[in-house]
């Protein structure tokens, strides 16, 4: 048997990358890109299904602030259930392979999406949510993770942007399903089976998308030669979470990247997709029926502005760089998020404003699938990227409990309207300094903008990847001095 090359310090060469975007490198991209971009869709399902099944889950009576309470805690649940998965997968990943554990984390959030549709009380549907949202920290993790270990160097930010901006397909799937084939609102064709319960039944779907990554794809050659490396050196164990506190490098690519996404998730699960919810207050007058095709049509041109918004990002971080573009997108998000949570007010409103909420709040998710590959070794890599996408959904999760208190604060101590009036929202709208009279749900997402800042804080230690290589150990100890 032929020898395998070797570096002077014993360790593996790194592997050849190819030249160019290989048939293989496409087959790739695309299989990664439909695991997230499946996943998303299950995501958008429950968005549009949240309020409508605590409304049959809830006691009779349930007013429209206590279902968003309680949509709160659900959703503070999948987000916690989001973390925890990406945390136990980001390890999994580095030691078990990428492509086993692509396939566990899709049958994960596939299976748990599908049983969300049989509960019975609030509780399970918490519990199934949690369950799901731990396939959903997988996937993201380990698909990025494939994909940038796979393409070329110089293709490589390209790749992942456009893995990353088509997620907002996945998104806009889940809500013309909900919008015009399994309404969630509604009775599914005219039975007394909710919609709702049906459409959490269509997000099962994405499972049939391991048989052909289990057939089709194979370990990534630096995984492969990284995890002969750690047979022969210790102190590179694959996933080994001390080795990646000890060093400074990767303890500070850590923190930086758990603060980037702090401020992204909570941008987006803490407002942006609380878009449902807002045009339901704006349009409380409204019939059931029309509340879903305005929630419907709404979040998908919303999506259609995410998707923008993650190639915004993809264009101007290969421009002008990874620190620069989270900036400009964090500034972005704050203002864009506060004008519309004051102003919309009609569905006419919607239709133009949320592709403006879609756009601000997604554009950093894009950065995050380009960048938290590029500040981690192979053996690591699924690991760091697992940390900071998902360590920072459990403070998110934790931000998103405050959501409730905060609300009360605004209502018993600042004088704002409880039930909103049509009428006092389109006075408080003329003006920034009505916001008094705007209601605590519109209150409580102007106070969580402030969010984007702690993100712009987080620049000043982030390390820039704009033309650089994947990093790896070797080159440790230059970067440390």
């Given at each position: 048997?032929?020898?395998?090359?070797?570096?002077?310090?014993?360790?593996?060469?790194?592997?050849?990358?190819?030249?160019?975007?290989?048939?293989?490198?496409?087959?790739?991209?695309?299989?990664?890109?439909?695991?997230?971009?499946?996943?998303?869709?299950?995501?958008?399902?429950?968005?549009?299904?949240?309020?409508?099944?605590?409304?049959?889950?809830?006691?009779?009576?349930?007013?429209?602030?206590?279902?968003?309470?309680?949509?709160?805690?659900?959703?503070?649940?999948?987000?916690?259930?989001?973390?925890?998965?990406?945390?136990?997968?980001?390890?999994?990943?580095?030691?078990?392979?990428?492509?086993?554990?692509?396939?566990?984390?899709?049958?994960?959030?596939?299976?748990?999406?599908?049983?969300?549709?049989?509960?019975?009380?609030?509780?399970?549907?918490?519990?199934?949510?949690?369950?799901?949202?731990?396939?959903?920290?997988?996937?993201?993790?380990?698909?990025?993770?494939?994909?940038?270990?796979?393409?070329?160097?110089?293709?490589?930010?390209?790749?992942?942007?456009?893995?990353?901006?088509?997620?907002?397909?996945?998104?806009?799937?889940?809500?013309?399903?909900?919008?015009?084939?399994?309404?969630?609102?509604?009775?599914?064709?005219?039975?007394?089976?909710?919609?709702?319960?049906?459409?959490?039944?269509?997000?099962?779907?994405?499972?049939?998308?391991?048989?052909?990554?289990?057939?089709?794809?194979?370990?990534?050659?630096?995984?492969q030669q990284a995890q002969k490396t750690a047979k022969s050196a210790l102190d590179r164990q694959l996933g080994d979470l001390k080795s990646m506190m000890r060093h400074r490098r990767w303890?500070?690519?850590?923190?930086?990247?758990?603060?980037?996404?702090?401020?992204?998730?909570?941008?987006?699960?803490?407002?942006?997709?609380?878009?449902?919810?807002?045009?339901?207050?704006?349009?409380?007058?409204?019939?059931?029926?029309?509340?879903?095709?305005?929630?419907?049509?709404?979040?998908?041109?919303?999506?259609?502005?995410?998707?923008?918004?993650?190639?915004?990002?993809?264009?101007?971080?290969?421009?002008?760089?990874?620190?620069?573009?989270?900036?400009?997108?964090?500034i972005l998000g704050y203002l864009v998020v506060a004008f519309v949570f004051i102003r919309l007010n009609s569905a006419s409103q919607a239709y133009w404003m949320l592709p403006m909420v879609?756009?601000?709040?997604?554009?950093?998710?894009?950065?995050?699938?380009?960048?938290?590959?590029?500040?981690?070794?192979?053996?690591?890599?699924?690991?760091?990227?697992?940390?900071?996408?998902?360590?920072?959904?459990?403070?998110?999760?934790?931000?998103?409990?405050?959501?409730?208190?905060?609300?009360?604060?605004?209502?018993?101590?600042?004088?704002?309207?409880?039930?909103?009036?049509?009428?006092?929202?389109?006075?408080?709208?003329?003006?920034?300094?009505?916001?008094?009279?705007?209601?605590?749900?519109?209150?409580?997402?102007?106070?969580?903008?402030?969010?984007?800042?702690?993100?712009?804080?987080?620049?000043?230690?982030?390390?820039?990847?704009?033309?650089?290589?994947?990093?790896?150990?070797?080159?440790?100890?230059?970067?440390?001095?």
């Amino acid at each position: 048997m032929a020898k395998e090359p070797k570096l002077e310090n014993g360790l593996l060469k790194p592997p050849k990358e190819p030249e160019r975007m290989t048939p293989y490198c496409w087959w790739v991209l695309f299989i990664g890109t439909a695991s997230w971009l499946f996943d998303c869709m299950d995501q958008r399902i429950f968005v549009l299904s949240r309020s409508w099944a605590l409304r049959d889950l809830l006691p009779p009576g349930t007013s429209d602030l206590d279902i968003n309470s309680y949509g709160d805690y659900v959703t503070a649940a999948m987000i916690t259930g989001w973390a925890v998965g990406g945390l136990f997968f980001g390890i999994v990943g580095d030691k078990w392979g990428r492509v086993r554990t692509l396939s566990t984390s899709i049958f994960v959030y596939s299976m748990f999406t599908g049983l969300s549709g049989l509960s019975q009380t609030w509780y399970d549907f918490c519990l199934w949510r949690f369950l799901m949202g731990c396939g959903i920290g997988g996937a993201f993790a380990t698909a990025a993770t494939l994909i940038a270990e796979t393409m070329p160097s110089r293709y490589r930010p390209w790749a992942l942007g456009v893995f990353q901006a088509l997620s907002a397909t996945g998104n806009m799937i889940g809500s013309l399903v909900a919008t015009y084939v399994i309404k969630p609102g509604l009775p599914f064709l005219g039975t007394e089976i909710p919609g709702w319960r049906v459409i959490f039944f269509f997000g099962i779907a994405p499972a049939l998308l391991i048989v052909l990554i289990m057939r089709t794809i194979k370990e990534p050659e630096r995984w492969q030669q990284a995890q002969k490396t750690a047979k022969s050196a210790l102190d590179r164990q694959l996933g080994d979470l001390k080795s990646m506190m000890r060093h400074r490098r990767w303890r500070r690519n850590v923190i930086v990247g758990v603060l980037l996404s702090v401020s992204g998730v909570v941008g987006l699960w803490g407002i942006g997709f609380w878009s449902p919810e807002l045009i339901s207050e704006a349009l409380q007058d409204a019939s059931d029926a029309e509340k879903n095709y305005v929630r419907g049509i709404g979040t998908f041109v919303q999506e259609i502005g995410s998707f923008c918004g993650m190639f915004f990002f993809t264009l101007m971080a290969v421009w002008l760089g990874r620190r620069f573009t989270f900036g400009l997108c964090f500034i972005l998000g704050y203002l864009v998020v506060a004008f519309v949570f004051i102003r919309l007010n009609s569905a006419s409103q919607a239709y133009w404003m949320l592709p403006m909420v879609g756009f601000a709040t997604l554009s950093v998710f894009g950065g995050y699938a380009i960048y938290f590959p590029e500040i981690f070794p192979t053996r690591l890599r699924a690991t760091g990227t697992g940390i900071c996408y998902n360590v920072g959904r459990i403070i998110a999760a934790v931000i998103m409990l405050f959501k409730i208190p905060m609300k009360n604060f605004f209502t018993d101590n600042l004088g704002l309207v409880r039930e909103t009036d049509p009428q006092v929202i389109a006075e408080a709208s003329q003006s920034f300094f009505g916001l008094v009279k705007i209601s605590p749900f519109r209150a409580v997402a102007l106070a969580m903008c402030t969010i984007y800042v702690v993100g712009l804080v987080a620049l000043i230690w982030a390390p820039e990847t704009k033309g650089k290589p994947l990093p790896t150990d070797d080159d440790l100890e230059s970067t440390q001095s």
